[in-house]
């Protein structure tokens, strides 16, 4: 990588480290000076409103250096990889197993968070020197996770794992917890620097951006775009769409429809179905998140239209959908392998060695070249691609799957 990439994300890593940055907290950033003004993100408004209180420009510019950047690592165990790890010392927590390791889960109330539990869970059993795994499952509800990190910091946990359920408000916790057991905080990020290592795939940024410019790409001159979000004030979410709002600006497609599905996916199919009476014609569908892709898709199938270039994402009845239809797609990914991480960084923890201080992890993109790579036989509809599960005890059935 240019040195001056690598200046980038190194300046960048402690913005990376105490802002939102992972999936689903409805915390808003504080006010900020490099918190772009609405409109800011392009020479023009393509139909795509105001930029999002979300956009931080130097956030932005360290995904998009990340997306270039090559990962450390065997590419064969990428919930092992960092991109442009600064390593920090861990000696002071060095100590003989069995080690206890605690986790404080925000929820297990969608798809990807099941799937990612149960990854986690196959891999903390891979390890001898793990004796006691003690998780809490706060329901989505911060003032039980509060609770749950104050339970667990009472039960001679040796590593504190945290996937917070919102950032802003746990930040006073996850303080607290530092003080008594090396924490690790993963998936959702948290406004302190204390914990040890915060894990995490590249970010909403990446996602959004890599979406748009595919659409950018296929959708000729002047095409008409159709935008659905899930909801409004998602941190996560809020990122993809203001980065395809920043290349959506740039470009010469015009966004006809920037609406909300709430994650629905007969409401999905009914917006698509008004946009395509609406506008005769309906070019390219970009997609914050892609649990209704496939609703979406079949929107125009049932109006009789061909299905234009469309994103999802890599649960498997969208990639199913997408090889059976011929479609032109492509799946940004916000990879469910990172819930093994946490688990071999607390290990590295407590053995006193080296771990990056921010450990940003590849994230991959599902093209039509690799979408065969993917598509898993066997395996349930919402069944996420990426788990990185293949290699543990008990896959192909513990996550739903059939031999």
């Known amino acids: 990588m240019r040195s001056s990439s690598r200046r980038l994300l190194a300046s960048a890593a402690l913005a990376v480290l105490t802002l939102p940055a992972a999936a689903c907290t409805s915390d808003r950033p504080p006010p900020s000076a490099s918190v772009a003004p609405a409109g800011s993100s392009g020479p023009r ?3 795509t ?8 420009q130097t956030d ?8 270039r950047a090559q990962p450390t690592g065997s590419p064969a165990r990428p919930w092992e990889q960092s991109i442009d790890p600064q390593l920090v010392d861990t000696a002071t927590y060095k100590k ?15 798809p990807w968070r099941q799937v990612g539990w149960k990854t986690m869970q196959a891999e903390a059993a891979l390890h001898k020197e793990i004796t006691r795994f003690t998780a809490l499952d706060a329901e989505g509800k911060d003032d039980k996770q509060i609770s749950d990190i104050a339970e667990l910091q009472g039960k001679g946990c040796d590593v504190l794992i945290v996937s917070p359920n919102t950032t802003a408000t746990l930040t006073p916790a996850v303080s607290g917890a530092c003080a008594k057991v090396p924490v690790i905080v993963f998936d959702r990020g948290v406004r302190t620097d204390c914990p040890v290592t915060f894990i995490k795939p590249i970010g909403g940024y990446a996602f ?4 748009a410019e595919f659409l950018i790409d296929k959708v000729r001159p002047g095409g008409k775009i159709l935008a659905l979000r899930i909801l409004p004030g998602v941190d996560v979410l809020e990122t993809r769409w203001s980065a395809a709002k920043v290349a959506f600006d740039k470009s010469d497609l015009e966004v006809v429809g920037v609406e909300f599905t709430d994650g629905d996916a007969a409401k999905t199919k009914s917006i698509v179905s008004d946009y395509i009476q609406r506008h005769g014609e309906i070019d390219g569908v970009w997609m914050d998140s892609g649990a209704t892709a496939v609703a979406a898709v079949e929107a125009f199938e ?3 239209r061909p299905v234009p270039p469309i994103n999802g994402e890599d649960q498997q009845d969208f990639l199913k959908k997408w090889s059976d239809a011929k479609l032109t797609a492509i799946a940004p990914t916000y990879p469910t392998y990172q819930w093994r991480t946490p688990v071999i960084a607390a290990l590295k923890i407590l053995k006193g060695e080296q771990v990056p201080k921010v450990w940003n992890l590849p994230q991959p993109t599902i093209t039509q070249d690799n979408l065969a790579t993917y598509l898993k036989p066997g395996m349930p509809p919402l069944h996420y691609a990426l788990c990185g599960c293949e290699d543990l005890p008990g896959y192909p059935g513990t996550w739903g ?3």
């Open 49 to 56: 409103g105001a930029q999002s209180k979300f956009f931080v």
């Open 60 to 67: 932005y510019d360290a995904q998009m250096a990340m997306r």
């Open 401 to 403: 799957g059939t031999p």
């Open 45 to 47: 408004d393509k139909g």
């Open 96 to 110: 003989a197993a069995p080690y206890h390791l605690c986790f404080s889960n925000a929820a297990v109330d969608n």
């Open 208 to 211: 959004g951006s890599e979406a």
């Open 302 to 304: 049932d109006a009789g």
